[in-house]
T-cell receptor
Framework: AQSVTQPDIHITVSEGASLELRCNYSYGATPYLFWYVQSPGQGLQLLLKYFSGDTLVQGIKGFEAEFKRSQSSFNLRKPSVHWSDAAEYFCAVGSYSGNTPLVFGKGTRLSVIA | ETGVTQSPTHLIKTRGQQVTLRCSSQSGHNTVSWYQQALGQGPQFIFQYYREEENGRGNFPPRFSGLQFPNYSSELNVNALELDDSALYLC???????????FGQGTRLTVV
């Protein structure tokens, strides 16, 4: 069965520092991979997605993620974090086949300190 | 172009009652998926509707049911509410069953 693991429950970074959020997936078919961000009490906003092609994908708000098939990973990065980036981040995996829905990780909460 | 809208934003129900949540999909989208997000967890797939037909279902009991209307808006109905049904319910729409999903702001349901 497909699954997504986000090993870090909570990460705290200083404003201006770099950020990497980890995501590992288990999926039998070719995965479609997503990163979503959720502010408190809000819905999910798509940051970026990987369907095929270049394994380094650029998203909104200065985020990027790299797909590494050999490591079953899709880590999210940002070179310089802003205070407004504080939120919950979810990695999700899907498939362009059948009725497979998105499977989400449990999320990583990002705190940003001055 | 309007995004995905959900109503109501918050509601409180008593255990045993029934509730209906509503979702208007983004213009041009014919697929709606519903997710339950418990506190501190990632969203869990409830079911998906594609062109008014259920197109997949997660591990939720039959008291969770849904509808999709000809204009592709959707309802999620939950009967015999339990305390554990308290969660944020998210609706997502897409222009096909396999395309990128866009989420609404969610409905926060509290069962007391």
């Amino acid at each position: 069965a497909q699954s997504v693991t986000q090993p870090d429950i909570h990460i705290t970074v200083s404003e201006g520092a770099s950020l990497e959020l980890r995501c590992n997936y288990s999926y039998g078919a070719t995965p479609y991979l997503f990163w979503y961000v959720q502010s408190p009490g809000q819905g999910l906003q798509l940051l970026l997605k990987y369907f095929s092609g270049d394994t380094l994908v650029q998203g909104i708000k200065g985020f990027e993620a790299e797909f590494k098939r050999s490591q079953s990973s899709f880590n999210l990065r940002k070179p310089s974090v802003h205070w407004s980036d504080a939120a919950e981040y979810f990695c999700a995996v899907g498939s362009y086949s059948g009725n497979t829905p998105l499977v989400f990780g449990k999320g990583t909460r990002l705190s940003v300190i001055a | 172009e309007t995004g995905v809208t959900q109503s109501p934003t918050h509601l409180i129900k008593t255990r045993g009652q029934q509730v209906t949540l509503r979702c208007s999909s983004q213009s041009g989208h014919n697929t709606v998926s519903w997710y339950q997000q418990a506190l501190g967890q990632g969203p869990q797939f409830i079911f998906q509707y594609y062109r008014e037909e259920e197109n997949g279902r997660g591990n939720f009991p039959p008291r969770f049911s849904g509808l999709q209307f000809p204009n592709y808006s959707s309802e999620l109905n939950v009967n015999a509410l339990e305390l554990d049904d308290s969660a944020l319910y998210l609706c997502a729409s897409s222009f096909s069953a396999h395309a990128e999903a866009f989420f609404g702001q969610g409905t926060r349901l509290t069962v007391v």
